[in-house]
């Protein structure tokens, strides 16, 4: 079975608000960019909470802005065993020390998990921490379409109170 690593992480001095998810995709891992595949609408949801189309940036300008606003992403799984890109399918999961290293984010305020996977790994090891808010948010990848569109922006939303 293929192990699958995932990126460092897209943060610096100024993160407030760091989205984790679970471990890239396929598609991300082959373009080297977080939420590649066009099915998964991070960009889309993360666009709407901005108010700005951060889809028809490029990659870097969008990574750029993000960090402008203060917002950091990274994942919550090392590497893992994972045919295709579903989280169900992964095994194996080494994952990172998130309590470690949200120690070294000074202003960090807020942790949103994009998804069940990333909110069950990450919530084990943030979840007593003081000052931190924890959000969780449902799965923009494509392959969680129990909820819709306008039910995944309404929820994703609550990003913009750890964003001002």
Known sequence: MPLKSAFPPSVDANTRLLILGSLPGDASIRQG???AH?????????????DENLRGQPYAMRLKRLRVLGIG???VIESAERPGSLDSSIRGAELR???LFVGRL??????????KTAARHGRRQL???????LIDLPSS???YASLSREKK???WRALRACIT
Do not use: I
């Not at 066009?38 to 901005?50: H, I, K, T």
């Not at 979840?127 to 808010?133: F, H, N």
């Open 33 to 35: 960019e977080y939420y």
């Open 73 to 75: 992403l990274w994942d």
């Open 38 to 50: 066009r099915g998964n609408a991070f960009w889309d949801l993360l666009g709407d909470v901005l």
């Open 127 to 133: 979840g007593d921490r003081p000052g931190l808010t």
């Open 97 to 99: 020390d998130l309590g």
């Open 141 to 143: 990848s494509g392959a």
């Open 106 to 115: 000074p202003m960090l305020r807020a942790v949103a998990f994009n998804g």
């Open 153 to 155: 922006v309404e929820a």
